[in-house]
């Protein structure tokens, strides 16, 4: 192995800088040529490949998103247009590929193995939703992101007797919403896993207000599910509480990475590097236990995930 590439595909995610730099670091002291690809799978097929330096990692540690750029490239699933990425990497001989992103990131990895190319997927998405891994570069961030908002919104919560709802990102996987929930100490949880039921909302909203006696009160909802905007005018008119609805919307993908995922980031582009350098394929790099290690990627994809229902639990408890 003497010639790799690396992107990011779909949604970014704070701490894909902190991976593509320590794989940039990692490669050129063990005197790998290593390139970067814009725009992900898109920027792959177009050709869109250059050469990485050492200054090339320099300052973008602190940096959210990722300075590579991303795309979601549907149209990657057609064979004709994975020769072609082929094709692009072979003529500059390219022999293995760091990919960092989500599930759907994987399966194009998956796709280019099958044709020959050597892959190691790094998992980077804010809903932590990548099977086979405890964590996700981009979650720790977001959910801070979420946490430091709220906090904000307390204050003046409390003031108002204000019944705040919160839209977070995550309408495929629940797990950003229900992580928040639990560290902004919510009333209420609205998610994928467990639906949105409008007479029970209200319901509980009432025990809180008439047997709790709570001057406030949050509401966490993933995306997508619901009009907000209308559940706050239901609760302004049904409840003595003053309904205010808030979307987070893209700021949570946003703002320089926690010290964890800058952390994750570096531990898992390092480690990247390293499993191309043995030539090892089908790979991708998780978390398990907080050790950082290599696992089959069609094993770990399709390993059952049991950390929603162990943190639902928690959420119930704390209610």
């Not at 670091?25 to 050492?54: H, M, S, W």
């Not at 390219?94 to 190691?120: H, N, P, W």
């Not at 995922?261 to 390293?274: F, H, I, K, N, T």
């Not at 998780?286 to 089959?296: E, G, H, P």
Request: hydrophobic fraction near 40%; glycine fraction near 10%.
């Amino acid at each position: 192995m003497r010639r790799i590439g690396i992107l990011t595909s779909g949604g970014d995610a704070p701490g894909m800088n902190a991976a593509i730099r320590a794989a940039i670091r990692t490669a050129l002291k063990n005197d790998l040529e290593i390139y970067g690809i814009e725009d992900g799978y898109l920027g792959l097929v177009q050709g869109k490949i250059f050469p990485l330096r050492y200054k090339d990692a320099s300052e973008i540690l602190t940096k959210g998103g990722t300075f590579l750029g991303s795309s979601r490239y549907p149209e990657f699933k057609e064979d004709a247009i994975q020769e072609k990425a082929v094709e692009q990497l072979r003529k500059r001989g390219i022999e293995g590929l760091v990919v960092i992103g989500g599930d759907g990131s994987y399966r194009g990895a998956q796709a280019l193995m099958k044709k020959g190319v050597l892959c190691v997927g790094i998992p980077a998405t804010i809903d932590n939703d990548v099977k086979g891994t405890d964590k996700t570069i981009g979650f720790s961030t977001a959910l801070n992101t979420i946490c430091e908002s709220v906090n904000k919104l307390r204050d003046t919560s409390s003031s108002h007797h204000r019944c705040f709802i919160v839209e977070v990102m995550g309408n495929k996987c629940g797990k950003l919403a229900l992580w928040s929930a639990i560290t902004c100490g919510a009333e209420i949880l609205i998610n994928r896993e467990i639906g949105f039921n409008e007479h029970q909302v209200m319901a509980e909203l009432a025990v809180h207000d008439q047997f709790r006696k709570k001057r406030h009160a949050l509401i966490i909802a993933s995306e997508k599910l619901l009009d907000i905007e209308a559940l706050a005018k239901k609760i302004s008119l049904e409840t003595s509480f003053s309904g205010r609805a808030i979307s987070l919307g893209h700021i949570q993908r946003g703002g320089s990475p926690t010290p964890e995922d800058r952390l994750l980031g570096s531990m898992m582009g390092r480690e990247a590097v390293e499993v191309l350098m043995k030539n090892e394929n089908n790979k991708c790099i998780c978390v398990k236990n907080d050790q950082i290690l290599a696992r089959d990627i069609d094993e770990a994809l399709n390993e059952k995930d049991d950390s929603y229902a162990q943190m639902y639990a928690l959420f119930r408890d704390m209610v």
